[in-house]
C-alpha cells in the first residue's frame, strides 16, 4: 500500500510570506500525485494534480508544485500567502495501477494578518 | 448545477442501530469513492466502485458495507455502528478513476453513542 507524509501538521505563515508544505510519498515508482484544499466546514477540492507530464504543475490559486523523483517529494508552494489560502491542505497519491486512493493527514495552514 | 449530494448532513445514533447514508452524484460519473476523516488521521478510503455492480475495499472496509445498483447513487451502509465509528464522512465521485479530479460532497458528520 501506498503511504504519504505531510511533514507539519500545522504551519503558520504572515500574509505576503512563502507557503511551503512538505509532502513525501512511499512508491519506488512515481505514483500519480495530487494536492487538495479544505476549506473550513466544507468538502475537498483539486489543488493541482501531477501525472508525469511537466515535473513543475500549476493549480489554482497561485499554488504549484514540484515532483522530485530523487526525494520522492512533492512539496507545495505560493510566493505569497492571502488570508484565503487559510484551510487544510491534503497531499494524496494514486498507484498507477491501482484504483485506490491514499491521503496524507494533512496540513493546516494558517496565515498571520 | 454539477454536484455530489450526501444525506443526512448530521446525525447522531446509537450503537447497534443500523444506518444508511446516502450519496448521489449527477455527473455521470463512473468512480465513487467514500472516504472518513478523523483528527490527525487524514482521510481514509473506506470502499470505491469502479461502475455499477463494481465495488471494492478500500483502506478501511470494517463495519462497512456498500452497494452501486445505479451509476448516480453510492450508499454507504452500517449494519451495526460502534462508536469508533464516530467520524466525518465523505463521499466523492470522478470521471473514470481516482486519477481524474474527484468532486466531494459536503459531508456527513455521525456520532454513535
Known amino acids: 500500500a501506498q503511504s504519504v507524509t505531510q511533514l507539519g501538521s500545522h504551519v503558520s505563515v504572515s500574509e505576503g510570506a512563502l507557503v511551503l508544505l512538505r509532502c513525501n510519498y512511499s512508491?519506488?515508482?512515481?505514483?500519480?500525485l495530487f494536492w487538495y484544499v479544505q476549506y473550513p466546514n466544507q468538502g475537498l477540492q483539486l489543488l493541482l494534480k501531477?501525472?508525469?507530464?511537466?515535473?513543475l504543475v500549476k493549480g489554482i490559486n497561485g499554488f504549484e508544485a514540484e515532483f522530485k523523483k530523487s526525494e520522492t517529494s512533492f512539496h507545495l508552494t505560493k510566493p505569497s500567502a492571502h488570508m484565503s489560502d487559510a484551510a487544510e491542505y491534503f497531499c494524496a497519491v494514486s498507484e498507477r495501477n491501482g484504483n485506490q486512493f491514499y491521503f496524507g493527514t494533512g496540513t493546516s495552514l494558517t496565515v498571520i494578518p | 448545477e454539477a454536484q455530489v449530494t450526501q444525506n443526512p448532513r448530521y446525525l447522531i445514533t446509537v450503537t447497534g442501530k443500523k444506518l444508511t447514508v446516502t450519496c448521489s452524484q449527477n455527473m455521470n460519473h463512473e468512480y465513487m469513492s467514500w472516504y472518513r476523516q478523523d483528527p490527525g488521521l487524514g482521510l481514509r478510503q473506506i470502499y470505491y466502485?469502479?461502475?455499477?455492480?463494481?465495488?471494492d475495499k478500500g483502506d478501511v472496509p470494517e463495519g462497512y458495507k456498500v452497494s452501486r445498483k445505479e451509476k448516480r447513487n453510492f450508499p454507504l451502509i452500517l449494519e451495526s455502528p460502534s462508536p469508533n465509528q464516530t467520524s466525518l464522512y465523505f463521499c466523492?465521485?470522478?470521471?473514470?478513476?481516482?486519477?481524474?479530479?474527484?468532486?466531494f460532497g459536503p459531508g456527513t458528520r455521525l456520532t454513535v453513542l
Open positions: 501531477y501525472t508525469s507530464a511537466a515535473t
Open positions: 466502485s469502479m461502475n455499477v455492480e463494481v465495488t
Open positions: 512508491s519506488s515508482v512515481p505514483p500519480y
Open positions: 466523492a465521485s470522478s470521471l473514470y478513476g481516482p486519477t481524474n479530479e474527484q468532486f
